[in-house]
């Protein structure tokens, strides 16, 4: 058998990813924005943008970026406040468009989640229908990747946005591995990408001529994940109830903070919402991390681990106290963020990923 037959099994993965979500469902809510720049928040003087329409990303305009720079970019930009209760709707109704086909449905969040329709001729032809089923349902738009794991099917959903679809299947996996830029592998950011290219790693054909040992010495724990994913390596099933690993709430000022005082206050607000997120989800952690984000924008984390699992409002806001006044903030402050983490989650051991299973090519077409 070939490497190349020994490295994929008979899974069928589907990837779907809706279409500038937050920013396409404003656009189809109001008529009079549909093919102008729109930016999903952002539109205060200290706002983050949560979400650009296709016509704002012409202008550089990304997610997660200031707003004020946004506007720089594009000084005709459209603010749109974000409405998550209208966007979980359309959520739930695309999600129960993926459980018309199959139970094994896993949210990544409300715009995208994987699929697994192992047991169809196509899962190509399951994908076609899916996104042809959401513009019929929703007029929205959705992308989808398609083939035998969750990593190749997410890469793939952004090849061809928007409105469109990738098919990898088995034979054409590798070549299109060693053809990629690092940069578009999932799980490889920005400071990891730039210590490749140091290392003289571009492709995928770069960083499969390495030896595990070497990624290792590189890269750590990832190194045995990038050493398998360059191979189309990547176990993970599709999960339909995916296990939190922590449960965290944060928020933006609108103007800096400069006193511990002033952020014990936010910290009661902070620790109330928290306490209540993790009772609806009967949670409990035993590790409080507290978020500092610092008027230049430098980040910095505290955190305590206990013997025990804390879940109250009172235990959360004494200890977050504590982590508060741990050390001198450097700066003024711009935001702040509480997690738990370290759950009362029962875990699951994954397949692991050290070993190159000798999987069967499918038989069926893809």
């Given at each position: 058998?070939?490497?190349?037959?020994?490295?994929?099994?008979?899974?069928?993965i589907i990837h779907i990813d809706m279409d500038a979500f937050f920013a396409s469902v404003?656009?189809?809510?109001?008529?009079?924005?549909?093919?102008?720049?729109?930016?999903?928040?952002?539109?205060?003087?200290?706002?983050?943008?949560?979400?650009?329409?296709?016509?704002?990303?012409?202008?550089?305009?990304?997610?997660?970026?200031?707003?004020?720079?946004?506007?720089?970019?594009?000084?005709?930009?459209?603010?749109?406040?974000?409405?998550?209760?209208?966007?979980?709707?359309?959520?739930?109704?695309?999600?129960?468009?993926?459980?018309?086909?199959?139970?094994?449905?896993?949210?990544?969040?409300?715009?995208?989640?994987?699929?697994?329709?192992?047991?169809?001729?196509?899962?190509?032809?399951?994908?076609?229908?899916?996104?042809?089923?959401?513009?019929?349902?929703?007029?929205?738009?959705?992308?989808?990747?398609?083939?035998?794991?969750?990593?190749?099917?997410?890469?793939?959903?952004?090849?061809?946005?928007?409105?469109?679809?990738?098919?990898?299947?088995?034979?054409?996996?590798?070549?299109?591995?060693?053809?990629?830029?690092?940069?578009?592998?999932?799980?490889?950011?920005?400071?990891?990408?730039?210590?490749?290219?140091?290392?003289?790693?571009?492709t995928g054909k770069d960083l499969k001529a390495h030896s595990l040992s070497f990624l290792?010495?590189?890269?750590?724990?990832?190194?045995?994940?990038?050493?398998?994913?360059?191979?189309?390596?990547?176990?993970?099933?599709?999960k339909p109830h995916r296990t939190p690993k922590s449960v965290g709430i944060e928020r933006?000022?609108?103007?800096?903070?400069?006193?511990?005082?002033?952020?014990?206050?936010?910290?009661?607000?902070?620790?109330?919402?928290?306490?209540?997120?993790?009772?609806?989800?009967?949670?409990?952690?035993?590790?409080?991390?507290?978020?500092?984000?610092?008027?230049?924008?430098?980040?910095?984390?505290?955190?305590?681990?206990?013997?025990?699992?804390?879940?109250?409002?009172?235990?959360?806001?004494?200890?977050?106290?504590?982590?508060?006044?741990?050390?001198?903030?450097?700066?003024?402050?711009?935001?702040?963020?509480?997690?738990?983490?370290?759950?009362?989650?029962?875990?699951?051991?994954?397949?692991?990923?050290?070993?190159?299973?000798?999987?069967?090519?499918?038989?069926?077409?893809?």
């Amino acid at each position: 058998m070939s490497e190349q037959e020994s490295t994929f099994n008979s899974r069928k993965i589907i990837h779907i990813d809706m279409d500038a979500f937050f920013a396409s469902v404003e656009q189809l809510d109001h008529p009079q924005w549909r093919g102008k720049p729109l930016a999903v928040g952002g539109g205060s003087e200290r706002g983050v943008v949560a979400a650009a329409s296709y016509e704002a990303r012409k202008f550089g305009v990304r997610s997660a970026m200031n707003g004020r720079r946004a506007k720089e970019l594009c000084p005709h930009l459209i603010f749109a406040k974000a409405r998550f209760e209208r966007y979980k709707e359309l959520s739930e109704t695309i999600r129960a468009l993926f459980l018309e086909y199959t139970p094994l449905v896993e949210p990544l969040s409300l715009d995208e989640a994987y699929l697994d329709v192992s047991d169809y001729p196509s899962a190509t032809l399951i994908a076609e229908e899916i996104r042809k089923k959401i513009k019929a349902k929703t007029q929205l738009t959705a992308s989808a990747g398609i083939s035998t794991n969750k990593f190749l099917a997410k890469i793939a959903s952004d090849w061809n946005k928007p409105d469109g679809q990738k098919t990898l299947p088995p034979e054409e996996i590798i070549p299109f591995l060693e053809s990629l830029d690092v940069k578009k592998f999932h799980g490889i950011g920005q400071k990891t990408k730039l210590k490749m290219y140091h290392l003289g790693i571009y492709t995928g054909k770069d960083l499969k001529a390495h030896s595990l040992s070497f990624l290792h010495a590189h890269f750590g724990k990832s190194g045995a994940y990038y050493y398998n994913v360059v191979r189309g390596i990547h176990n993970s099933p599709v999960k339909p109830h995916r296990t939190p690993k922590s449960v965290g709430i944060e928020r933006t000022f609108s103007s800096n903070l400069s006193s511990e005082l002033f952020l014990e206050d936010k910290l009661k607000e902070l620790a109330h919402s928290l306490a209540q997120r993790v009772k609806k989800n009967s949670l409990a952690g035993k590790t409080l991390t507290l978020k500092i984000k610092y008027s230049d924008f430098v980040q910095q984390t505290r955190s305590k681990t206990g013997k025990f699992y804390i879940a109250t409002y009172e235990l959360i806001l004494e200890e977050a106290i504590k982590l508060l006044y741990q050390e001198k903030l450097q700066n003024s402050v711009r935001l702040i963020g509480l997690s738990l983490s370290n759950l009362n989650t029962k875990k699951t051991k994954e397949p692991s990923l050290k070993k190159i299973p000798k999987w069967e090519q499918l038989s069926l077409p893809f």
